[in-house]
């Protein structure tokens, strides 16, 4: 499966959740809109610090929604694969095979 078509699936399956649990879901989001905010830091480097947690924790959906999210607000694939080094970095050999997948989405995001 792409990313793109992976990108659709999480997302078909978020709004079944969101109807299913809609308050929770809420508050989530909104959690995700007030940290992901522009602030001392700004979107774009909170979005390198989500990818690089995404790849630490081994979620490959994660890596998914932020390596997308990296390409809305302009990131390079110079600046992801720095984001990726730190990662394999904190996280070792799991860390490194992530972040393969990782760069190869965003690669995928960028075509």
Excluded at 14 to 40: H, W
Aim: hydrophobic share 45%.
């Amino acid at each position: 499966m792409s990313a793109t078509e992976d990108l659709a699936t999480k997302r078909n399956q978020l709004r079944n959740l969101r109807k299913a649990i809609p308050d929770t879901f809420a508050g989530f989001v909104a959690m995700e809109q007030a940290a992901s905010a522009d602030g001392a830091l700004s979107k774009k480097q909170k979005e390198f610090i989500a990818l690089g947690i995404a790849v630490a924790m081994r979620c490959e959906a994660c890596i998914v929604s932020h390596a997308k999210a990296l390409v809305s607000v302009g990131a390079t694939r110079e600046e992801v694969v720095e984001v990726l080094g730190t990662s394999i970095q904190m996280s070792g050999g799991p860390g490194l095979m992530y972040a393969g997948k990782a760069l190869e989405i965003f690669d995928e995001f960028t075509a």
